[in-house]
Structures are given as structure tokens and as C-alpha cells.
């Protein structure tokens, strides 16, 4: 498969490792209001690189990500996305707890924010999965037994983008860690399980 950017960034890439570079002060997060007068609100910005290829039918989509977790809201991603104001990311992520969680955000216009299970140590694996206009993201600690974070539907047509991205809103940038790849053309027979 052929992967192209959105908002080019560094890139390394080799024996199944996969590193980008995330710039200070990205992300992919639309927000129309403050969610109060205390916390970090995520801004709107639609910066952060994106490494991805463009993919028809159901799939599922497998990588072990890694990185240090510095400031809030670092992360390692995986994105789906039919648009700019159509979209979905599944990321490995520092969060406004200080915890190591798995959060999604789903984008049809505004973006909402999901926070996950939090995660110890620095590596977990990531899934999407499409079904028709159904997806799921799931997560594992071993890259064998995969437990759901989300099932949304989005309104795409045949084809999407599917690849990864490096995100760091608050933080000054630091390379993202994507490791063993896979995008399979395949449809699950249970997309609540991812398999």
C-alpha cells in the first residue's frame, strides 16, 4: 500500500518500525466550547501529521505503538478519516489525569473525547476495524487478546484513509513509535470482538 502525508512531518522507517516526528503544539480536535474554567480544553486544530493510504471496503488495521508521555494529551494514533470534518482517531494518549490511557474522539462536524482504560508502561496495541459504515477500535497489552474501547459509525463512502499520526497539543513535540503494521482487506464476523 502506498502512504502519503497530510501535514508532512519526519519520518523513519525501518524493519517494521515506524517513527514520526510529532511538532509542537498538534493535533487533529474540532471544539466549539470551553468545557469549563478549570482543566485544559482542547484547542481546534487540524495539524497534527498524518501518515496514511487510502483504503476501500472493510478492513482491519493492527500496530504496536510506543513513546514517552511527556505533556498532556501526547499521543501515538490511529486515524480513520473521510474528511476534514469527518473522522475518527483511536490513540494511545497522556491525559489531563497524568494516566496512560487509551482514548478515542470521533469527528462528524465537532469532535467528542472518550477516555479509555488507563494503560501501565509506555506500549499497547491498537486496532480499527471497519464493517460497512460500522467501526470499532479495540486495544491489547499483548497484540493476542483485543478488548473494545468504541463501536461508532461514521458517514463515509466506499473509500477512507486509514494510517497514523503524531499528536502533541500542549507539548513541544517527540517521536511516536509505530511498530508491526498490518492493514488486512477482510471483514470480521464480529466487529464488537474485532474478529
Partial sequence: MRFK???ESRLNESNGRIE??????TDFFYSSASAGDEGITPESLCNAPYYHTEI???FVLKVRVS???????DAAVVMIMKDM??????CFEKTDFGTHAVVSVVTNGE?????GCNI???TVWLQAVRMGNAFAFHYS????????TRYFHLPVGDKVMIGLSAQSPQGEGGIRIFEDLTIERRTVKNIRAGK
Avoid at 85 to 90: E, G, N, Q
Wanted: hydrophobic fraction near 30%; include cysteine.
Fill in 20 to 25: 514520526i516526528y510529532a511538532p509542537p503544539h
Fill in 56 to 58: 476501500e471496503g472493510d
Fill in 85 to 90: 470534518a469527518c473522522w475518527a482517531k483511536h
Fill in 5 to 7: 502525508w497530510l501535514n
Fill in 141 to 148: 497489552t499483548d497484540g493476542e487478546h483485543f478488548y473494545m
Fill in 111 to 115: 469532535s467528542d473525547d472518550a477516555n
Fill in 120 to 122: 501501565e508502561g509506555n
Fill in 67 to 73: 513513546h514517552d508521555f511527556v505533556s498532556t494529551y
